[in-house]
């Protein structure tokens, strides 16, 4: 391969590919092209820094733009924006600075990520209103927070950056209301685990308003108010997260084909339809180790997994990219919740399962060491096969069990298998039967019935 | 079946395969012969109990006898000695308060479990020298404790019990020794996670004599001295724990066959060579999952799921008691360190494999993220196959990631599928890279080369 190992997008995927196929092949060229001035930085870390967990925003950054070029050589463009890929010719068009150019590439790899989705909420442009997917936002909101003080907040949807703001906010001393239009919060993980994360929301002070729409924003020059159907909710800054829509627009204007989900269509190596055009990440489909089907799960560890997979590839040695389990997990104060798979019995039926699932609570560690608490484990499985389709947990610890199941899912066990595994016991960890294990005890026998 | 069945040792093995099997089959008649006084207690939390984090050792009976009795209707016999076995007749002779009687069975399990080793040690007998293996020994230690204010512990013996006893008695404000006549703590677990352990005892200054030979005990009434070799260390009490032996000599006496091991040979189903009697728990072998022979591993989980998959094979659904990976997990102040698999190059070598390992240290959240702490986890592989052979991890925190691994090996994982397992990311919980995936990735590497 002459020319050059282009990427598109300097986050997660990007950097990873870059990396690792540097490493892997020295004498490759990588040229990374990033719109923005942040490469390689920990979004996921964005809520703690707005917390005041994080002192500083550049604490987020993995690797510096200095250490990827001097350490790494890859040649990295910050400011740099690929406006168009011309696959026949395998050329991308550039621009930086007002100039425009051709940049010729032997392989490419797109890992544009994906954007805060921004429904058309009246006020969306109103001081003190945001979403939360870049540095520059997580900048903005400290920024504003600092200057104006709120006294109240309103966050509009329940997912993670819902969950997690809801947390950073209220340490701030911000009363915290939370605005979804589901009857629940953290819709993936399932009812049960959503239950007992809102009771605990609802404890440390935070105000849910499940099953509201959300018409609105009113103020002068700052957001002063939410405006649902029949009613106004004072809020002094608003936080948006109501999901991510994968960046597809350049991948599509040039012919790449984007799958059902409507992110990118990939092979098992990450290729697109186009044999040297690849894509990874945010912007990317992954396969389903439960359905076999595409999904589309944009986050961290599938990015980078993907990306230095792909790297690995690109260096001479093909290297498929791993599917997904939907594993994820986060912090809603005092309580870890955690899920992987398909827990949602009417995707699970979608796809041709016939779902069980038990929910029980356990004990973290047997009732006499000090310090157990409970974790609900709700486990789901396929009636006839016994499979393991998925699982969710919520505790004040041990949401990390989750581990093993998703682990068991990569692994097709089914649900004597995973009752049977030899999981760590000793009293400071573990109950001699490990909530996994009473789980899948408690489903076995319903699988029986 | 109209004879009983008859259970030999009320303990974890015996009394899960006693309410297992009442609870399937209610017409059952289940009788349990116990020699002692105490059943189906947590012989793991008696250290806990030493140490003072455990107020009442009856805290650590998990079901009473009474429980037993009237709300699972086991016909539980404590103070019953069984005294011979006779498998042609399919009877077993008891010993009660001078009397003796012969009782049919129509299956039986014998769950006699495994007693401390006590090496022929001088001075074994004078007081203050202790093993910890019954609730009655705990109970003692305690007392003398109280009594004897101890102002030395020497702990003869390196492994589980000596670790969590070093922890106990520190605690209590004694000064510990450790006297282990291997060159390391903590054998089990790999030469890398037991040097983790053995450098945080002695911050905690616990005195660590390795590759030393005890002799015996001297004192007067009471223990005085640890006599080695060609030194004398003060010592005003002493717990030996040099490991378990299994109790099968009313096994072997009856004719009913031991494995390799030494422990009692069992099927999948927990059955020995007599096809009516069972075998499970501490006294009896189990198939590793790793090598696919004979294990002899005396650990809680192992024997209460045997004990439990007999009771449902007795109770007429032919149950497997599952294999076993070795997995454990122990605290050492405040370190956890668990093990799972072969980490033993020498055992990897013995059965065949061709063993590979990688030792890392990382992060078990990302730097950024307050209270981050190091794991150092070792990850061993075959060569050829490449399949996950074993692991150990150390530190302050995410030892019971150990059970990802554990999964692993039960599902015969290979390296790149360990790799490419998607676990559960965010920042209050793990780096992107779990410490096991990053293992993973590095071993990988060292397979490749």
Same mark, same amino acid.
């Given at each position: 391969?002459?020319?050059?190992?282009?990427?598109? +997008?300097?986050?997660?995927?990007?950097?990873?590919?870059? &990396?690792?196929?540097?490493?892997?092949?020295?004498?490759?060229?990588?040229?990374?092209?990033?719109?923005?001035?942040?490469?390689?930085?920990?979004?996921?870390?964005?809520?703690?820094?707005?917390?005041?967990?994080?002192?500083?925003?550049?604490? !987020?950054?993995?690797?510096?733009?200095?250490?990827?070029?001097?350490?790494?050589?890859?040649?990295?463009? @910050?400011?740099?924006?690929?406006?168009?890929?011309? /696959?026949?010719?395998?050329?991308?068009?550039?621009?930086?600075?007002?100039?425009?150019?051709? $940049?010729?590439? #032997?392989?490419?790899?797109?890992?544009?990520?994906?954007?805060?989705?921004?429904?058309?909420?009246? %006020?969306?442009?109103?001081?003190?209103?945001?979403?939360?997917? &870049?540095?520059?936002?997580?900048?903005?909101?400290?920024?504003?927070?600092?200057?104006?003080?709120?006294?109240?907040?309103? =966050?509009?949807?329940?997912?993670?950056?819902?969950?997690?703001?809801?947390?950073?906010?209220?340490?701030?001393?911000?009363?915290?209301?939370?605005?979804?239009?589901?009857?629940? @919060?953290? $819709?993936?993980?399932?009812?049960?685990?959503?239950?007992?994360?809102?009771?605990?929301?609802?404890? $440390?002070?935070?105000?849910?308003? !499940?099953?509201?729409?959300?018409?609105?924003?009113? +103020?002068?020059?700052?957001?002063?108010?939410?405006?649902?159907?029949?009613?106004?909710?004072?809020?002094?800054?608003? =936080?948006?997260?109501?999901?991510?829509?994968?960046?597809?627009? !350049?991948?599509?204007?040039? %012919?790449?084909?984007?799958?059902?989900?409507?992110?990118?269509?990939?092979?098992?190596?990450?290729?697109?339809?186009?044999?040297?055009?690849?894509?990874?990440?945010?912007?990317?489909?992954?396969?389903?180790?439960?359905? %076999?089907?595409?999904?589309?799960?944009?986050?961290? !560890?599938?990015?980078?997994?993907? #990306?230095?997979?792909?790297?690995?590839?690109?260096?001479?040695?093909?290297?498929? @990219?791993?599917?997904?389990?939907?594993?994820?997990?986060?912090?809603?104060?005092?309580?870890?919740?955690?899920?992987? %798979?398909?827990?949602? /019995?009417?995707?699970?039926?979608?796809?041709?399962?016939?779902?069980?699932?038990?929910?029980?609570?356990?004990? @973290?560690?047997?009732?006499?060491?000090?310090?157990?608490?409970?974790?609900?484990?709700?486990?789901?499985?396929?009636?006839? &096969?016994?499979?393991?389709? #998925?699982?969710?947990?919520? +505790?004040?610890?041990?949401?990390?069990?989750?581990?093993?199941?998703?682990?068991?899912?990569?692994?097709?066990?089914?649900?004597?298998?995973? $009752?049977?595994?030899?999981?760590?016991?000793?009293?400071?960890? &573990? /109950?001699?039967?490990?909530?996994?294990?009473?789980?899948?005890?408690?489903?076995?026998?319903?699988?029986?019935?």
């Amino acid at each position: 391969m002459d020319d050059p190992f282009v990427i598109v +997008g300097g986050d997660a995927a990007g950097m990873s590919a870059a &990396s690792k196929a540097k490493r892997e092949n020295p004498d490759l060229d990588v040229i990374v092209f990033e719109k923005g001035e942040w490469v390689s930085y920990a979004a996921c870390g964005m809520p703690y820094y707005v917390k005041g967990a994080v002192d500083d925003l550049e604490d !987020l950054v993995a690797v510096t733009p200095e250490e990827f070029r001097e350490e790494r050589d890859v040649d990295l463009r @910050t400011g740099h924006e690929v406006v168009s890929i011309d /696959p026949e010719a395998k050329t991308v068009t550039v621009e930086t600075d007002g100039d425009r150019f051709d $940049q010729p590439y #032997g392989a490419m790899l797109i890992g544009t990520g994906a954007r805060a989705v921004e429904p058309p909420f009246d %006020g969306f442009d109103l001081g003190g209103v945001f979403t939360l997917r &870049s540095m520059d936002e997580a900048d903005a909101i400290e920024d504003y927070v600092d200057a104006h003080e709120p006294a109240s907040a309103a =966050i509009v949807g329940g997912g993670y950056v819902g969950v997690e703001m809801a947390e950073a906010l209220t340490e701030r001393g911000i009363d915290v209301s939370i605005f979804e239009m589901l009857p629940q @919060t953290l $819709q993936p993980f399932g009812k049960e685990t959503a239950r007992v994360v809102e009771d605990h929301l609802r404890d $440390q002070g935070v105000e849910l308003h !499940l099953e509201t729409a959300v018409q609105g924003f009113a +103020g002068g020059e700052h957001v002063e108010a939410v405006e649902l159907e029949d009613d106004s909710v004072p809020a002094d800054v608003v =936080i948006v997260g109501v999901g991510v829509a994968p960046n597809v627009e !350049l991948a599509a204007e040039a %012919g790449i084909e984007l799958g059902p989900t409507g992110a990118i269509a990939t092979d098992e190596y990450g290729r697109t339809n186009y044999d040297d055009v690849y894509a990874a990440g945010d912007c990317a489909e992954a396969t389903n180790v439960v359905t %076999g089907e595409p999904d589309h799960v944009p986050l961290a !560890l599938t990015a980078n997994r993907a #990306g230095r997979a792909i790297g690995t590839t690109v260096a001479g040695d093909p290297t498929p @990219t791993g599917g997904t389990a939907g594993t994820a997990i986060v912090k809603a104060f005092d309580l870890g919740a955690a899920r992987t %798979g398909v827990i949602d /019995p009417d995707l699970a039926r979608e796809v041709g399962f016939d779902p069980v699932s038990v929910t029980i609570e356990a004990p @973290t560690r047997p009732h006499y060491y000090p310090g157990a608490t409970d974790l609900t484990v709700t486990l789901v499985a396929d009636r006839e &096969s016994e499979r393991v389709l #998925g699982a969710s947990v919520v +505790g004040r610890e041990g949401a990390k069990r989750i581990d093993t199941v998703a682990t068991a899912l990569h692994a097709d066990l089914i649900v004597p298998e995973l $009752q049977n595994l030899d999981l760590a016991y000793a009293p400071p960890f &573990s /109950p001699v039967w490990d909530p996994i294990l009473t789980a899948a005890k408690v489903l076995a026998g319903k699988l029986e019935d």
